[in-house]
Every structure is written in C-alpha cells, then in structure tokens.
C-alpha cells in the first residue's frame, strides 16, 4: 500500500518513463493505410485503406490474448501481425491476388509507422530529465527499426520480448521496472490507453495519459484518462514541462 | 558449416554491431582504481588502488563461472561484483573499516566507468551505417548508466540480462541476433579478447578484434587477436572505416 500522506511533489522522483508506442507514440492507422494502398494499389486492389487499417488492427488484442492466456507460448509481434493480415486478407477475398513477397514486405510496415508530430520534439526535451524506453508490445527489433524511421533515441528497449508475454500482464511493466532497477513508484508509464494505465499503476508504476483523440480516426481515440492518473496532458512537451527539472537521470 | 566460397565483400552485409564493453569500450581498471581511492582513501585507507582493481576484477570469472556452470542461479552482475567487493575487501584485511554505504557507492562504480578516448567517436561513427547494441556481461540498467555517463547511444540493450546467462556462454550471442531479427552472419561481435570472439564464431557471428594493450596495465592487455577473426583494429573509428558506407542500417 502507498503511504496515506500523498508527497509535496509526486512527480519529482520520476526517473524513468516508459512508452506504450502503438497509438501513443505512433499513428499506427493512417501509416498502415497508406503502406497498404502502395503495396496492394499496384496488384489493381482497391479498398477503403483505412477500413483495411482498422480490421488488421482489429485482430490484434485476440491475438495477443491468445499468449496471454497461455493458450500460445510467447511469439514476436511480427508473427502475431502476420497471421492477423493472412486472415484479413482471406477475410476481404484477396487472399488469391496477395503473393508471399507482398505479404511480407507489407508485414513489415509496422516497423515503418510515422510519429504523432509532437514525439520527437517531446522525447528530446525528456531526454536530460529521466531514462527513455519503450514498454511496447512490439518486440526489440520492430522497436529498433521504429526508433530509427522516428529519429529517437532510447536508453534501452523494454516491453513484451523481454517478458516474453505481453501487456496488460503484470509482468510485462514488473520487467520493465526490474530492468531498470528502480523502485516502481520512480518509473512512469505514458500511454494514450486507460487500460494500459490502469495495469501498470496495479503493479505500482506512476501513470501519464497522453490523449491521441484521432487514435481511431478523426475524434475517435481515448480524449481523457478514464481511470486515475498522475498526469494528464495531450502532448509530450508537455509532458516534459508538467515533469520539470531534475537533478540528473 | 559456412560455404566454402569466400563472399567477395565479407562485411558488406553486417547490418548491426554488438559490443563488449568491460576492457572494450571502457578502461575498468584505471576507473575502478580512481573510484575506490575517492570512496576509501577519506576513511584513511591507503592501498595500490590499480592492485585493488585488479584483485577486484580477477573474482568476475570465477563468480560468473558458477552461474555459467549452473551453480548459482543468474543473478545481475551488480550482485557479483557486490560478492566480490565484499570478498576483496575482506582478502586485503579492510573489512572491518568499510561500512555498508560505502560499499554499496563503491560497486556502483561499474557503473561509472570511463571510456577508452576513441569510444564516442568511433560509435557516432558507426551509427549511420549499422545498428548498434551491447552483448556484455553487465545489467540491463549497468548498460544504460555506462552510455549516460558517457554519451553513447545505443540502440538496444542485449547481453547477459536478455539471455539470463553470461558470456562466452552462446547462447548470449544467440539471444543478441534473435533480439535484432538478424541471420547471425548480418551481426558483428566487436571486443578486446580473444575467447569472447571465438565464441560468438562459433554461433555464427562476424568478428572484430580492438586492440586495447593497456587494459590490464600498460602492454598488459591482448595486442593482437589469437584467433581468426574477420577484421582487426587498433579503434573504433578504424572500424567504421574498414566497415565502409552501406545503404542503410
């Protein structure tokens, strides 16, 4: 149990923040879209793209949920992703005019999803305050690949591969917290998902909600925290600033 | 067994480098030498403090034997060097005249280690050309203050941490490719001895020897590699020059 008396600042003793990444960091959606279109456009498909974006996201939590349960040992996202396209594709009747090379090469797109525009001015600005990792679902390598397309710089890459199962699992925020060797209530977890949220302040992390309202299309993301949190703002810099200064990382 | 063929351009198709770093990157011993006269001079004690380093140093491969070997379980390298201070301190007739914080400053002092003067550069380097990751014997967050403290940037951390194992155990250097998603011969094991780049040989990794003669004391480190390797070096900025530009990272 946290101490009843709440300290002056809650915020001062922050010394590692950790990223949820798909949505949070990235607008997954309207990277996908396009990514699909110029792999599939050429093959004479046509489609609402950002439908397609949606159903190929649409199977992500069943899959996942799937390790989770135990009902599948731990596999990297790219897999997951993969078997989510095959079936999205048989789903659209598309799965005929689809080649092997084309699959993979559009597999491979998320590893190439475009930042919110405030991201890397935001972890910039975070950088001299506290250590930066991501605590994604997504594996080492895809966040590897992401952080270079992006421009960012992590001080290490944490999240589902290093747990070998993946969020909200308890698991996954403890490895994280452990890999740092921090206390939990000096690491934040940031994250435009309550769920997600809520999960890591169940296993004793400070919690940031960064609003991504067009998540899901124009207005069609979380606006506000719907569970308790730290702080709120709708923006990294902003983040940066709510957290001030620090003595060292 | 690699085809008999030697490919025209060897490292044309490293696509990411993974480092030592004790003895490779940083100069433990003058550090350490430095580090344990500042925390134990002031409680008037005096010693050869590079004897004391090297007395500390020479516990680190029989403590990690016993959990190659399976005797102990993995434990983070910062418990080990803990055991081995603690073991040194007692050796040298100290161990009643150093308390428990000084102790615990002092095995931070892994943690704060100089690099050799060519390190920042050569890595900066690099960067454009491939990716870039520890595979050391240390900690996930031993890494992570290592390239704070000296301006590195990574772009996974892999190693001991991620396998659960030490090296020259392999699969420390298999964990390491699977992490980067790579066949093993698109990643290159850079280090300073000889042992260490055999192993990763064996799994399949390109190799790269840095000489670093003084790590033990002056001319008192491994000159040159006695083992085949795939490139040798005096620097970092050497091997970026050997490596040459490639398309991407």
Same mark, same amino acid.
């Given at each position: 149990?946290?101490?009843?008396?709440?300290?002056?600042?809650?915020?001062?003793?922050?010394?590692?923040?950790?990223?949820?990444?798909?949505?949070?960091?990235?607008?997954?959606?309207?990277?996908?879209?396009?990514?699909?279109?110029?792999?599939?456009?050429?093959?004479?498909?046509?489609?609402?793209?950002?439908?397609?974006? /949606?159903?190929?996201?649409?199977?992500?939590?069943?899959?996942?949920?799937?390790?989770?349960?135990?009902?599948?040992?731990?596999?990297?996202?790219?897999?997951?992703?993969?078997?989510?396209?095959?079936?999205?594709?048989? $789903?659209?009747?598309?799965?005929?005019?689809?080649?092997?090379?084309?699959?993979?090469?559009?597999?491979?797109?998320?590893?190439?999803?475009?930042?919110?525009?405030?991201?890397?001015?935001?972890?910039?600005?975070?950088?001299?305050?506290?250590?930066?990792?991501?605590?994604?679902?997504?594996?080492? $390598?895809?966040?590897?690949?992401?952080?270079?397309?992006?421009?960012?710089?992590?001080? $290490?890459?944490?999240?589902?591969?290093?747990?070998?199962?993946?969020?909200?699992?308890?698991?996954?925020?403890?490895?994280?917290?452990?890999?740092?060797?921090?206390?939990?209530?000096?690491?934040?977890?940031?994250?435009?998902?309550? /769920?997600?949220?809520?999960?890591?302040?169940?296993?004793?992390?400070?919690?940031?909600?960064?609003?991504?309202?067009?998540?899901?299309?124009?207005?069609?993301?979380?606006?506000?925290?719907?569970?308790?949190?730290?702080?709120?703002?709708?923006?990294?810099?902003?983040?940066?600033?709510?957290?001030?200064?620090?003595?060292?990382?």
């Amino acid at each position: 149990m946290p101490p009843i008396a709440t300290p002056p600042h809650p915020l001062r003793d922050v010394r590692a923040l950790v990223f949820d990444v798909f949505g949070t960091l990235v607008d997954w959606r309207t990277s996908i879209a396009r990514q699909a279109k110029q792999a599939l456009a050429p093959l004479g498909i046509e489609a609402d793209w950002l439908a397609f974006a /949606d159903a190929w996201r649409a199977q992500y939590q069943p899959a996942m949920a799937r390790v989770r349960e135990g009902a599948l040992p731990y596999r990297k996202l790219d897999d997951l992703h993969r078997l989510n396209l095959d079936a999205v594709l048989t $789903a659209w009747g598309l799965a005929h005019r689809v080649d092997e090379a084309t699959r993979e090469h559009l597999n491979r797109a998320w590893h190439r999803l475009d930042a919110w525009p405030d991201v890397a001015a935001g972890l910039h600005a975070l950088r001299p305050r506290v250590l930066l990792a991501p605590c994604s679902n997504g594996h080492i $390598a895809l966040m590897v690949h992401l952080a270079r397309h992006n421009g960012w710089v992590w001080d $290490a890459i944490l999240g589902a591969e290093l747990a070998r199962d993946y969020k909200p699992k308890p698991g996954v925020y403890r490895a994280a917290v452990e890999a740092l060797d921090l206390p939990p209530q000096a690491v934040m977890m940031v994250a435009a998902h309550s /769920d997600d949220l809520a999960a890591a302040a169940q296993v004793g992390l400070r919690t940031a909600f960064v609003a991504r309202p067009d998540e899901h299309g124009p207005g069609r993301g979380e606006r506000r925290a719907a569970v308790p949190v730290d702080v709120e703002v709708s923006s990294l810099p902003e983040l940066a600033e709510r957290l001030g200064p620090a003595d060292s990382p």
